[in-house]
């Protein structure tokens, strides 16, 4: 009887272990699958949400530094012939690197306050389309896995994947300006700074590495004098390329 019993014992444990085993092997099937279904829309999710919030502190960072700078139109002269055509445009080395130097700290620090989670009360209103205790958690925004699955009843029942970045501590810029002509007898100038920052999206069991670039208007004026027939569409020209140092 004994025996019997012990038989039975045996062969109900190895009934649980086969549906407990089979769960599993399920389970990790399932993870797979929504894992590699997913992982191409998460990837670029993630990558838009982070380009967006750069963004964001690359213009809240120039426009920062432009209130503070009073002298912006120092950042370039122009130079003229006798007649009045505008024949040379150069920078002022001095106040272009300040003023890139200025602006790319300010980039730095926002970007690397908030990976921390730190919120500064003065960029609450900047920020107000994030959520202040996920941004104090270092989570950028949670999306829910039921997005991408194209069931939308599955949308608040499935979890949400958390969104996090890492601000890679390299930023670049320079100033872009361009001149063409306007009306009689006058000129357009845009000038423009373009910034490069290296970013990296965090989720789980995933990461990506991208560059964020993004150039932001800073002057637009007229100025007395014409381009040069020959410069059929106006004419431009870059600063040197100022890197923040890293590490």
């Not at 670029?44 to 963004?55: D, G, H, V």
């Not at 920020?127 to 829910?144: A, C, M, S």
């Not at 949400?160 to 872009?176: A, C, M, N």
Request: aromatic share 12%; charged share 25%.
């Amino acid at each position: 009887m004994k025996q019997i019993r012990l038989k039975k014992k045996m062969k109900k444990s190895k009934k649980c272990l086969i549906f407990f085993l089979s769960v599993l092997f399920l389970f990790f099937c399932m993870f797979f699958w929504l894992n590699k279904k997913i992982e191409p829309f998460l990837e670029n999710y993630a990558e838009l949400e982070i380009k967006k919030f750069a963004n964001l502190i690359i213009n809240h960072a120039v426009s920062t530094e432009i209130k503070k700078n009073s002298q912006v139109d120092q950042l370039f002269t122009i130079e003229k012939d006798n007649d009045g055509n505008i024949v040379a445009m150069d920078f002022n080395t001095f106040f272009v690197n300040q003023f890139l130097s200025s602006v790319m700290n300010t980039i730095h620090e926002e970007l690397t306050q908030i990976e921390n989670g730190e919120v500064k009360e003065e960029n609450t209103e900047l920020l107000n389309r994030y959520q202040k205790e996920k941004l104090e958690k270092g989570i950028l925004y949670e999306v829910p896995i039921g997005l991408f699955l194209d069931f939308p009843l599955w949308i608040n029942l499935l979890p949400k994947v958390p969104i996090k970045f890492q601000f890679l501590g390299d930023v670049s810029s320079h100033i872009h300006t361009k001149i063409t002509n306007y009306g009689i007898n006058n000129a357009f100038v845009e000038v423009n700074i373009e910034v490069e920052v290296s970013m990296m999206s965090m989720l789980p069991f995933l990461s990506q590495r991208f560059t964020v670039q993004s150039e932001v208007p800073m002057i637009m004026k007229l100025v007395e004098g014409t381009v040069p027939n020959y410069y059929f569409h106006g004419f431009e020209k870059d600063s040197m390329n100022f890197s923040l140092p890293t590490g």
